[in-house]
């Protein structure tokens, strides 16, 4: 477990307070059975902003505080205990990371101080499949006159009916698959050609596919360099991926504290059914696994904020892990709960579907697998 600062603790306990009295499981249930359209309660997110949680990776040169990702991870878990839905993870982690590692002056000083007061949302616009894979893009960026015009689709773009702005890879040059030849772009959400079409996620989340119809932009919205974004997005993707990890391991957590609870009174009979080897055993292979992931997320994040060498490593690691531990103690939580378990009455299936919808998001554990045995010479 890492050791954390007396700042970072205090920001836990903070978040904590604030997710379990004014954002618990029945607050996202409420949004969820009201239909909400982009997914969350602009209310809660602005009293997020005001709390300083959406520029706590920007430098505070831009509004920002500038205490690292695993400092935003630990108020990510927490979050993720009470399914608290929002955009802190697309638009105050991955889309700003973007803007901090790609970003020109300019670039930083017209977004960052907007996503750090929580004025703005970002998100990053990657995938073009069902499947996570950021290598392929086929969106076109064609050169002309003093800028590029965009032409392509993205699906499954979290955040992406609130989004004023998407950080969009195209391709500048190749073909789909090569790693060479991505830019990214910052595109307007109401710029002229850009569409998108509402999707509704398992987990109720807020998620868009987005179509961009020879959408001009000036040269000035290239984020980094030209043809080669694919670095720059890896690295993006990964701060994205170890704070959705983080996000992830709450949620397990939370699943894992009710089970418990649950093993603790529930008699049949004539004792409690925790006292039955067989949930015993299970309950700690549910335990032992939860600590394995937390070391595996917190050393990501660590590395990230340490600018290790494997950082890459680690987060894939984390990422695989975090999956198959909350893929697990959703489903127990489930299975132990018996037949109120099976209800939408009980909490048991909205941890489910967020799992489920979490283990797809920037890469499942197969993706992630494969990557750490790449990146390891396999």
């Known amino acids: 477990m890492a050791v954390l600062t007396e700042e970072q603790s205090m ?47 920007i430098p505070e040169e831009y509004g920002g505080s500038d205490f690292g990702y695993l400092s935003l991870g630990l108020i990510l878990e927490e979050t993720g205990r009470t399914l608290t839905a929002s955009p802190l993870l697309s638009s105050a982690l991955a889309a700003a990371s973007a803007i901090i590692l790609g970003g020109s002056d300019a670039q930083k000083g017209a977004y960052l101080p907007k996503i750090a007061a929580g004025e703005l949302v970002a998100t990053l616009a ?32 979290l955040e992406g009916m609130a989004a004023g702005l998407y950080v969009v890879s195209a391709r500048t040059s190749g073909k789909p698959g090569d790693k060479e030849g991505i830019t990214l772009f910052l595109v307007a959400s109401d710029a002229k050609g850009v569409s998108r079409k509402a999707l509704k996620l398992a987990d109720s989340r807020g998620a868009a596919n987005v179509t961009f119809d020879n959408v001009e932009v000036g040269a000035d919205a290239v984020l980094g360099e030209a043809d080669k974004g694919g670095e720059l997005l890896e690295k993006v993707l990964d701060r994205a991926r170890a704070g959705l990890a983080a996000e992830m391991l709450g949620a397990a957590n939370q699943a894992f504290d009710v089970t418990l609870d649950y093993l603790k009174t529930r008699v049949q009979f004539g004792q409690v059914i925790g006292a039955f080897q067989a949930l015993q055993h299970r309950a700690a292979k549910m335990f032992t696994d939860l600590e394995l992931a937390r070391s595996c997320v917190e050393a990501a994040l660590t590395a990230i904020d340490n600018g290790a060498p494997d950082t890459a490593e680690l987060v894939s690691l984390a990422k695989a892990k975090m999956g198959d531990t909350l893929h697990l103690v959703s489903n127990e939580m489930v299975q132990m709960h018996g037949g109120i378990g099976m209800t939408d009455a009980h909490d048991a299936g909205l941890y489910l579907k967020r799992a489920r919808a979490a283990e797809a998001s920037y890469g499942g554990q197969s993706y992630h697998r494969d990557r750490y045995a790449r990146l390891n010479g396999y």
């Open 11 to 57: 920001l836990r306990d903070a978040a904590r307070t604030w997710t379990q009295e004014k954002s618990p499981v029945t607050a996202f249930r409420k949004m969820r059975d009201s239909g909400a359209e982009l997914g969350y309660d602009p209310a809660a997110f602005a009293e997020m902003a005001e709390m300083g949680w959406t520029g706590v990776i």
């Open 126 to 157: 990657v995938d073009e499949g069902p499947h996570h894979n950021p290598e392929k893009v086929a969106l076109a960026a064609k050169k002309g006159g003093s800028g590029y015009s965009l032409s392509g689709k993205k699906s499954f773009v």
